[in-house]
């Protein structure tokens, strides 16, 4: 079991606060034993506070002794891939075999930050992913063929080894994708539902050998759900009112703080409480922590996959930790 966290903001603290308690996070999840701590990358938000996942993987690897830490993910399309060879290569190199670096293909923010964000705005941006991946892999794994211009680069620090690159997605698209280069997929069920069963089936069914020095040899897929615990039904149903208001805010454009349960539920009650609900699972598992379990192992059942990546967004941090600490127990985490 592992975890992605996106840095949520609480209403009346401020994003200072929310790093502080990823921070807090980190530090206790690796302590309980959970597998990996990603962050994620979102911009111009209210709500999420992480812009630069990097810079705080350089930290809590720090905080921080066995738990793997990585990107969920980095936004490629922003960025040259060159310099985020060089940041990851530079995380390895302070963490050695516990980088993972998560790819994705989404803006993370709305289209006047993903203009912002263009590496060049004087013609419209062509969608390079691909070509982008290709060449991320290149540099970590030194495969650029002879004349190759960047053949000669060499991605510093020099350190044996390198970060484990993972292509993230939440679609039919991202799931081909991690097949054509033979990466280990991570499904975003909790953002979007609908195709999680026909994507992570797809990609196990699809999985071919890639003639790549770093390739997998096998199939490795995960899933991030939503998830709250506490110690009664009644506690985690309150606790996850913020999360139910903060799913109807942002499909209204909405990107404000996290609101405490109390005010959530009377924002709700005005405006209407209604669950969308797309797909075969929720996107939020909500309930005590034995019931959430069970819900989960039954879900990695179903899709034949040995790792979940919880995400856990409520108000007060304590209880969040508190969520992460009881899930640990159902599941006998060490």
């Known amino acids: 079991m592992s975890v992605l966290d996106q840095s949520p903001v609480p209403a009346g603290s401020t994003p200072g606060d929310a790093l502080q308690n990823s921070?807090?996070?980190?530090?206790?999840?690796?302590?309980?034993?959970?597998?990996?701590?990603?962050?994620?990358?979102?911009?111009?938000?209210?709500?999420?506070?992480?812009?630069?996942?990097?810079?705080?993987?350089?930290?809590?690897?720090?905080?921080?002794?066995?738990?793997r830490i990585g990107s969920g993910g980095i936004m490629l399309p922003h960025y040259s891939a060159f310099k985020v060879a060089e940041v990851f290569r530079m995380l390895h190199a302070l963490y050695p075999g516990r980088v993972d670096l998560g790819l994705g293909r989404a803006p993370g923010g709305g289209p006047v930050e993903a203009l912002a964000l263009r590496r060049d705005r004087k013609a419209r941006q062509e969608d390079d992913f691909q070509q982008q991946v290709a060449e991320l892999l290149a540099y970590f794994e030194r495969t650029f063929p002879a004349g190759h211009p960047f053949a000669g680069l060499r991605v510093s620090p020099e350190v044996p080894g390198a970060p484990d690159v993972w292509m993230l997605g939440s679609s039919m698209w991202s799931s081909a994708a991690a097949v054509e280069f033979g990466l280990p997929y991570a499904f975003a069920h909790f953002f979007s539902p609908v195709h999680t069963r026909a994507a992570i089936e797809a990609y196990k069914r699809n999985f071919q050998l890639v003639d790549r020095p770093g390739a997998r040899q096998a199939p490795e897929a995960t899933v991030a759900v939503g998830v709250i615990c506490a110690e009664t039904e009644e506690e985690a149903d309150y606790l996850a009112s913020s999360v139910?208001?903060?799913?109807?805010?942002?499909?209204?454009?909405?990107?404000?703080?996290?609101?405490?349960?109390?005010?959530?539920?009377?924002?709700?009650?005005?405006f209407g409480d209604i669950a969308v609900e797309e797909g075969e699972w929720p996107r939020y598992f909500v309930g005590t922590p034995e019931k959430v379990a069970n819900q989960l192992l039954a879900m990695a059942g179903e899709l034949g996959i040995g790792e979940l990546v919880v995400n856990t967004i409520v108000w007060d941090h304590a209880a969040r930790l508190r969520s992460y600490e009881l899930l640990a127990a159902s599941l006998g985490i060490r």
């Open 244 to 270: 139910r208001l903060l799913q109807r805010r942002i499909r209204q454009g909405d990107r404000r703080p996290i609101a405490a349960p109390k005010d959530a539920l009377q924002e709700l009650q005005v």
């Open 23 to 67: 921070i807090s996070l980190a530090r206790r999840v690796d302590a309980l034993g959970y597998t990996r701590f990603w962050m994620s990358e979102h911009h111009a938000m209210d709500t999420l506070a992480c812009t630069a996942p990097e810079v705080m993987l350089a930290r809590i690897g720090a905080e921080t002794q066995r738990i």
